[in-house]
């Protein structure tokens, strides 16, 4: 990825493919909109990761969901 231009529809699609990738059950507490286009750098570094791997064990994808919390912004 590394030349996607920093949009809200660029971040929205890799936070989607990431859910999907993980197959996250409770995708809607991960919003796309609860992410901060100050964050675009942090998503893609992730996002790229991600979507270079087959297969991932628990601990990886507890820690990639650990991950995209700390990068969400605080919602009330």
């Known amino acids: 990825m590394g ?7 660029n971040l929205n699609a890799m936070i989607e493919e990431i859910k ?5 059950v409770n995708g809607g507490a991960m919003k796309a909109d609860h992410y ?13 990761m991600v979507m270079k791997k087959s297969n991932f064990s628990v601990s990886e ?3 990639i969901v650990s991950e995209l919390g700390s990068l969400r ?4």
């Open 36 to 48: 901060s286009l100050d964050r675009f750098d942090d998503v893609e570094e992730l996002h790229s």
């Open 73 to 76: 912004d605080r919602v009330e």
């Open 3 to 9: 030349t996607q231009e920093k949009s809200r529809e």
């Open 20 to 24: 999907t990738k993980l197959r996250i």
């Open 61 to 63: 994808m507890d820690a």
